[in-house]
């Protein structure tokens, strides 16, 4: 089974507008070291995980049905993208509550009427669709109601944390509930942690060795981290992989 990353950036992508950053230069010169926002696509089930602004440009280059959406949590880079989704049908949508408002907001605004379904998701349960899924919490200030996926599909399992802060490493419910999953998509989105909103290169590695997952892929990485190479560099032992933008992962 494969997953595609579609994008490997964080809120602002790589490059951000006005930033000299080696990581901006280098972009803006390079294409192939460019970060567009967050979003992960499951062909399998035709699943993607959120919307995010850069949605147009991943669907024009994917070229596949959407019939699910996943969204981690409301902010602006995992679903703004929302009203990209106008050309397909029936499309079901599950998160939380919160985020399932607002994605059914965005629809009506822009959109107006589609034969779309919402489905709100408590955390900490299963799910049984067909495929289960399971949405945990995470700490992801300042809003109130982020979280992550574990999603099974025959018997492949993939965990996709979302935003978090380091308070992950002691959760130990979210920690359980992603062991031994067949593919970890885990955000690394800075040089250090920023407590109670996003995960460091090293937390994000220890992350990663609590949760023992069959492979590993770090994503939702921001202008400000390290570059390509040397993120590559830090995981090379590890055999982890630092996705790029269209990273193919096979389970
Ligand atoms: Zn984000
Ligand atoms: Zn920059
Ligand atoms: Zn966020």
Known sequence: MRVI???SGSYSGTPRPLCNCENCVRARKYP??????????????????????DLHYHLKHLNMDVKKVFITHAHFDHIAG??????????????????VNIAKHLQELFLGG??????????????????RVY??????QPIE???????????????????????????ENAI????????????MTRKQS?????????????????????????????????TQEKLEDIVRDYGYIIARDFTYVEI
């Open 114 to 131: 589609r034969d779309w379904k919402y489905i709100p998701l408590e955390f900490n349960r299963w799910y049984d669709f067909g495929f």
């Open 82 to 99: 929302l009203p990209e989704l106008q050309i397909f049908r029936g499309i079901k949508f599950y998160s939380h509550e919160y985020a």
């Open 32 to 53: 192939q070291y460019m970060r567009t926002r967050f979003s992960v696509f499951i062909p399998e089930i035709k699943a993607l995980v959120d919307p995010s602004p």
């Open 176 to 187: 359980e509930v992603m062991r031994g999953v067949d593919l970890l998509i885990a955000e």
């Open 194 to 226: 920023i407590p109670g909103t996003h995960l460091g290169v090293e937390d994000a590695i220890k992350l990663a060795q609590k949760v023992e997952a069959k492979k590993i892929v770090f994503a939702h990485i921001s202008h400000s981290n390290y």
């Open 145 to 171: 109601f982020a979280g992550g996926f574990v999603i099974e599909i025959g018997k492949n399992r993939i965990a996709i944390t979302g935003d978090t802060g380091p308070e992950i490493l002691n959760d």
């Open 5 to 7: 990353i579609l994008g």
């Open 135 to 140: 949405h945990f919490p995470t700490v992801h």
